[in-house]
């Protein structure tokens, strides 16, 4: 029997109590590209979100105004929103891709660690930012130097000037399901903490795990509690990371229970840089290719995006680690 390539598109069979859309919160140019050991050009990461956005993706995070010295990859925060707003076209420098500018419906949300970063995004006219927090202590002091209340109250003056400013807040909540140092987490601490961040006014709330050690029953078990605290599916977001090959498993699990944003990075890029058991976050193409094949609508295209991730790859000077990337490039060759 002559064995077939891969096709292009799964075959769709949708499942019963899941979203009949999702959206895909793409983290690949800033959590994604923060852990490369070689500086990405910024030109290149400017024509790597115009690529993504090309793709149909509609939020992006873009970068984090967090100080060089911490993450030096993102220290051309700056220059690569001017480029996202005024795109270099010929020259030296110009876009291998430049297209047509971002559409309006394109949402860039930037990583703000403080109140510094905060200013400095508003300088640029940032709409979207984010905060990063810690549901354990040892994280929350390796990450901020910080226990985590007072973390909490760090971020509450952030959060406040940003929403005063007419901003969408996003809180990220780290170490979710299990801490390097601490080991399991506890689902009433996570709940605690998640509840103390949305207080502070966050819009979102993306729960993070962040050594991908979670299982499906683990999620189940969160956002169960989360829902009997009074934390419904519409304000969370779910960010796994496939240490484990879980990740796939744990989004079913929470689309099951209602939840509707699902952070990815595209071709499997991304760690963390202070948890170094932490390896890649869910691929974008992984994800699509299961939500298409559940019916649940994304606006992305999967073909431009598994080309942008061959792209990105190319760049980095190794393959995706994406299976899907992986196959429908093996299809194309």
């Not at 949708?14 to 590209?33: K, T």
């Not at 509609?58 to 990859?73: C, D, G, Y």
């Not at 944003?261 to 890649?280: F, H, I, Q, R, W």
Request: one cysteine or more; hydrophobic letters at 45%.
């Amino acid at each position: 029997m002559t064995e077939q390539p891969p096709t292009g598109l799964p075959m769709t069979v949708p499942a019963d109590g899941l979203p009949a859309r999702v959206r895909i919160h793409e983290v690949g140019p800033r959590d994604g590209l923060q852990n490369e050991r070689a500086v990405v050009p910024v030109e290149v990461k400017a024509d790597f979100i115009r690529r993504l956005a090309a793709a149909g993706l509609t939020t992006i995070e873009a970068t984090s105004f967090v100080h060089p010295k911490w993450v030096p990859q993102l220290a051309d925060a700056e220059r690569l929103m001017e480029l996202l707003r005024d795109p270099i076209t010929e020259g030296p420098g110009a876009l291998t891709n430049p297209a047509a500018p971002l559409a309006p419906d394109v949402r860039l949300p930037v990583l703000v660690p403080n109140e510094r970063g905060l200013d400095r995004a508003l300088a640029l006219g940032v709409r979207e930012v984010a905060v990063f927090g810690s549901a354990t202590e040892s994280f929350a002091k390796a990450n901020l130097n910080r226990t985590v209340d007072e973390s909490l109250a760090m971020f509450a003056p952030v959060v406040a000037k940003a929403k005063a400013e007419g901003l969408r807040v996003r809180g990220y909540l780290s170490m979710c399901f299990g801490d390097p140092w601490e080991g399991p987490v506890p689902v009433d601490q996570v709940v605690r903490v998640s509840r103390a961040l949305l207080g502070l006014g966050c819009d979102e709330l993306s729960l993070g795990d962040t050594i991908g050690v979670a299982t499906p029953g683990h999620v189940t078990a969160l956002l169960t509690a989360l829902a009997g605290a009074g934390v419904g599916a519409d304000r969370l977001a779910v960010h796994f990371h496939d240490t484990y090959g879980q990740a796939l498993a744990n989004t079913y699990a929470a689309l099951r229970h209602g939840i509707a944003v699902v952070d990815a990075s595209a071709g499997g890029l991304g760690g963390c840089p202070y948890a170094k058991s932490a390896t890649g976050n869910l691929a974008t193409e992984d994800l699509v290719w299961m939500l298409h094949g559940l019916g649940i609508e994304t606006g992305v295209d999967l073909g431009l995006l598994t080309a942008t991730s061959v792209w990105m790859a190319a760049h980095l000077g190794r393959p995706s680690p994406s299976r899907t990337v992986r196959a429908l490039s093996h299809k194309e060759q």
